[in-house]
């Protein structure tokens, strides 16, 4: 029961976007506000191997309606309910569909795991929205994903 505790305050704590039609195809929106300073996909590297979780109706009441309407709009429902991986939503690779924009609402923040340069994890700039497209500067990205070749003492 604690892993299925577990998912569903992930989903409630840190579900913060979906994929939705942005004018460069598909994009990455808020399904609620998010506070300057959060950091996004946090936990959608994790390389470990997780178990599928089923959650019930009566587990999805406990969401925001945004985040069931997600969770509905993924899974496909069966005989246990819809099972979710036990990273839920975060699970999906939704930083590979954000869009680039001049004046981002996201930067980047560098983790450093065992020494060396690790994950980029989006963190917002500036309080957004509920509805509005998730966005990143892909010349700052690039510079950023070089950190290691610029540092060659992080390796």
Not at 13 to 38: E, H, L, Q, W
Not at 79 to 103: A, I, V
């Amino acid at each position: 029961m604690e892993r299925k505790e577990n998912l569903i305050k992930n989903l409630k704590d840190n579900t913060f976007c979906r994929f939705g039609k942005s004018d460069y195809g598909v994009g990455v929106f808020a399904i609620k506000d998010i506070s300057k300073g959060t950091e996004l996909f946090v936990l959608c590297n994790n390389k470990e191997e997780e178990d599928l979780i089923d959650l019930s109706e009566e587990d999805l009441k406990e969401l925001d309606d945004s985040v069931t309407k997600y969770v509905k709009d993924i899974f496909v429902k069966n005989e246990d309910g819809y099972s979710l991986p036990e990273r839920g939503m975060n699970s999906l690779s939704l930083g590979f569909f954000l869009n680039h924009s001049p004046t981002p609402n996201l930067t980047h923040k560098i983790n450093f795991v065992n020494g060396r340069c690790g994950l980029l994890v989006p963190v917002a700039v500036r309080d957004i929205k509920r509805g509005e497209e998730l966005t990143e500067d892909y010349y700052t990205l690039g510079r950023l994903s070089d950190v290691e070749k610029q540092f060659p003492f992080l390796k």
